[in-house]
């Protein structure tokens, strides 16, 4: 077994037992917010680190789909285990409208059209106030029940598990994503997309097919989410929201499988060590964010591969300083 294998083995090795270790409520709350958020970061990196698509209306999917879940499971009476299912369709169908208008856009106009998506699905809710609670939110959505054992119960032990799992499944589908010929073809597009189109790539199916396949985890972790805290709330389409998951992106390292999902466990610990601070914690951990990027610019994921390149250049320079002998 390789030292990689060996280190990720006794991540989520950590990960599973975790709740063995302690069964403080809070802590177990922090840690599965914590793992739903790496699944919407992983996801998100498909399209803006990979993709190189500023597509802002991502942390949208991720609402779309805990309403769809909460409005199907409560007010129409789907089954609780189908939650995730419509959260995934209703993602992936927002997804593709979206899409639509930004499939011949770059840049600052793709961030417009996306970031005025999210914008427009917040109006919705708050207007139809009688389907989606206004500005109170969706409340009581039934949680996930599976053969009668609710996920609620044993201090919400079964979201903390399900929601690891959906992880480890987040990790597979990345790692495979960049090592398919589907991954190439967006990695072309992002780093030379009029070369790539002229080497006979179809921009327009391509990134239909990253939008929909990247929108598949936010819609799978909103769905947990709003089974989990049985809520929906019209904050989720805000800025705030939108911010933290890219300063975990940012953190983590774009176009890496692992650094989104190091940015969000590691933010989502810093933030709570520093509560103490109160709102002073937020210039806190934008200071630190900033002085990481300083030096790493590819973010906590390029730390390992910085300290390489810095040791070989610094054994280098030692090297070249020695006074050469004459045998």
Same mark, same amino acid.
């Given at each position: 077994?390789?030292?990689?294998?060996?280190?990720?083995?006794? *991540?989520?090795?950590?990960?599973?037992?975790?709740?063995?270790?302690?069964? %403080?409520?809070?802590?177990? =709350?922090?840690?599965?917010?914590?793992?739903?958020?790496?699944?919407?970061?992983?996801?998100? !990196?498909?399209?803006?680190?990979?993709?190189?698509?500023? !597509?802002?209306? =991502?942390?949208?999917?991720?609402?779309?789909?805990?309403?769809?879940?909460?409005?199907?499971?409560?007010?129409?009476?789907?089954?609780?285990?189908?939650?995730?299912?419509?959260?995934?369709?209703?993602?992936?169908?927002?997804?593709?409208?979206?899409?639509?208008?930004?499939?011949? &856009?770059?840049?600052?106009?793709?961030?417009?059209?996306?970031? #005025?998506?999210?914008?427009?699905?917040?109006?919705?809710?708050? !207007? @139809?106030?009688?389907?989606?609670?206004?500005?109170?939110?969706?409340?009581?959505?039934?949680?996930?029940?599976?053969? #009668?054992?609710?996920?609620?119960?044993? @201090?919400?032990?079964?979201?903390?598990?399900?929601?690891?799992?959906?992880?480890?499944?987040?990790?597979?589908?990345?790692?495979?994503?960049?090592?398919?010929? *589907?991954?190439? $073809?967006? /990695?072309?597009?992002?780093?030379?997309? %009029?070369?790539?189109?002229?080497?006979?790539?179809?921009?327009?199916?391509?990134?239909?097919?990253?939008?929909?396949?990247?929108?598949?985890?936010?819609?799978?972790?909103? /769905?947990?989410?709003? @089974?989990?805290? $049985? +809520?929906?709330?019209?904050?989720? *389409?805000?800025?705030?929201?939108?911010?933290?998951?890219?300063?975990?992106?940012?953190?983590?390292?774009?176009?890496?499988?692992?650094?989104?999902?190091?940015? +969000? &466990?590691?933010?989502?610990? &810093?933030?709570?060590?520093?509560?103490?601070?109160?709102? #002073?914690?937020?210039?806190?951990?934008?200071?630190?964010?900033?002085?990481? &990027? $300083?030096?790493?610019?590819?973010?906590?994921?390029?730390?390992?591969?910085?300290?390489?390149?810095?040791?070989?250049?610094?054994?280098?320079?030692?090297?070249?300083? $020695?006074? =050469?002998?004459? %045998?």
């Amino acid at each position: 077994m390789t030292r990689k294998n060996l280190i990720i083995l006794t *991540f989520f090795a950590l990960l599973a037992v975790l709740p063995l270790i302690t069964n %403080d409520s809070y802590i177990r =709350h922090v840690s599965i917010v914590a793992l739903l958020y790496a699944i919407v970061v992983s996801g998100w !990196n498909i399209s803006l680190g990979f993709g190189g698509v500023f !597509n802002f209306a =991502h942390l949208a999917f991720f609402a779309i789909a805990a309403y769809a879940t909460g409005i199907l499971t409560k007010t129409y009476g789907f089954p609780s285990w189908m939650g995730v299912p419509i959260g995934v369709t209703a993602s992936v169908i927002a997804s593709l409208i979206v899409c639509l208008p930004v499939l011949r &856009l770059k840049g600052i106009y793709v961030i417009l059209v996306t970031f #005025g998506f999210g914008q427009l699905c917040l109006q919705v809710v708050l !207007n @139809q106030r009688s389907l989606t609670g206004g500005n109170f939110g969706f409340v009581q959505i039934p949680p996930l029940r599976v053969f #009668g054992y609710s996920f609620r119960s044993d @201090q919400a032990l079964g979201y903390y598990y399900l929601a690891l799992v959906v992880l480890i499944l987040t990790i597979l589908l990345v790692s495979w994503f960049r090592r398919s010929p *589907f991954g190439w $073809r967006v /990695a072309a597009l992002r780093e030379n997309e %009029d070369y790539a189109i002229a080497r006979g790539i179809a921009l327009a199916r391509v990134r239909l097919a990253t939008f929909a396949f990247s929108a598949i985890f936010p819609g799978a972790a909103g /769905a947990i989410y709003a @089974q989990y805290v $049985r +809520a929906a709330s019209p904050d989720m *389409f805000g800025f705030s929201f939108l911010t933290i998951a890219l300063s975990m992106l940012l953190l983590g390292g774009v176009a890496t499988v692992w650094g989104p999902v190091v940015g +969000a &466990l590691v933010f989502a610990i &810093l933030t709570e060590i520093m509560t103490p601070l109160g709102p #002073g914690r937020y210039l806190v951990t934008a200071v630190l964010i900033v002085s990481i &990027l $300083r030096f790493f610019p590819k973010g906590l994921a390029g730390i390992p591969d910085g300290l390489a390149t810095w040791h070989a250049k610094w054994r280098g320079q030692r090297l070249s300083k $020695r006074p =050469h002998t004459i %045998d």
